[in-house]
Nanobody, 122 residues
Framework: QVQLVESGGGLVQPGGSLRLSCTAS????????MGWYRQAPGKERELVAT????????STSDSVKGRFTISRDNAKNTVYLQMNSLKPEDTAVYYC???????????????WGKGTLVTVSS
């Protein structure tokens, strides 16, 4: 099966930085677009940023523009989210998403990681 595993979450003070990583593994035929979403307490899941396989950034939330940067390393099947100037309102569970053509399925599917918690607090 295909798996997405996030890492890098934790506690950070306002104004601090974190870098999240998400690595895809398993029966992957082709790894397409990847992205980050987040869900704050009591709120719906929202898009943070997405990036295509060719490294063009598809979208970025207005709330994180200028502070967060998405990137990927295709050789490692990994997408990153560099988070700078963190604010308390950035507190959320951050989920990795990837559109993948698996080896066992004739079509593309979206996969989700289990999420990693980012808490911004003094």
């Amino acid at each position: 099966q295909v798996q997405l595993v996030e890492s890098g979450g934790g506690l950070v003070q306002p104004g601090g930085s974190l870098r999240l990583s998400c690595t895809a593994s398993g029966s992957i035929f082709r790894l397409n677009a990847m992205g980050w979403y987040r869900q704050a307490p009591g709120k719906e899941r929202e898009l943070v940023a997405t990036i295509a396989s060719g490294n063009s950034i598809n979208s970025t939330s207005d709330s994180v523009k200028g502070r967060f940067t998405i990137s990927r390393d295709n050789a490692k099947n990994t997408v990153y989210l560099q988070m700078n100037s963190l604010k308390p309102e950035d507190t959320a569970v951050y989920y990795c998403n990837a559109n993948i053509r698996p080896r066992y399925y004739l079509g593309d599917r979206n996969y989700w990681g289990k999420g990693t918690l980012v808490t911004v607090s003094s």
